[in-house]
């Protein structure tokens, strides 16, 4: 089984700029999760997709950030304008394969993309 | 006052040792604990998940969960230095959304 698959692995960006990243996850996990983690701190939920529908965004910035998950699979984060606070790794997570409480507690988790902000 | 409180380390024990981590936590709706592992430069890993109290036992793995102190712990027997990595613990309530710690990063010597 192929796991979440992240592009890019590396960015760096001048404040200001605008970057996106993308998300592919395992075959058939209805939801997907898009995390920030700032080093040495535990992953912070950003946005909750169900199918292609928002079940959470109440932690995304969204004067800076979007994110969109069209046909219920792929999805894409955005920031723009970005700040020097952006600088962190942005993690892709899918659950959810079936209908038990457990199959949403274990989140399988891309590699994430590193964005530095300058 | 954070929900999920996790001393970030590092934890530096020899290789053959029984390293134990802990969490504490606020929230009395948690009901859900896990353990993830993170290597560098890779997304986290689930290691172990219990529901409610008590014990629960995989391999060289041994998760642990007192509600009534709020405190969870993870024990690794027989620590090699494959198992350097940071450990994050995380906890739901019945929303299944996860409250994540800031993790502990374990360094095992041989």
Redesign the interface.
Known sequence: EAGVAQSPRYKIIEKRQSVAFWCNPISGHATLYWYQQILGQGPKLLIQFQNNGVVDDSQLPKDRFSAERLKGVDSTLKIQPAKLEDSAVYLCASSGSGTSGGSFLEQFFGPGTRLTVL | QKE?E?D?GPLSVPEGAIVSLNCTYSNSAFQ?F?WYRQYS??????LM?TYSSGNKEDGRFTAQVDKSSKYISLFIRDSQPSDSATY?C?M?A?N???I????TKLIIKP
Request: aromatic share 18%; proline share 9%.
């Open positions: 999920v996790q970030p859900y896990m430069r890779k997304g986290p890993e689930l998940y994050l995380a739901s019945s299944y959304q996860l994540w710690g800031a993790g």
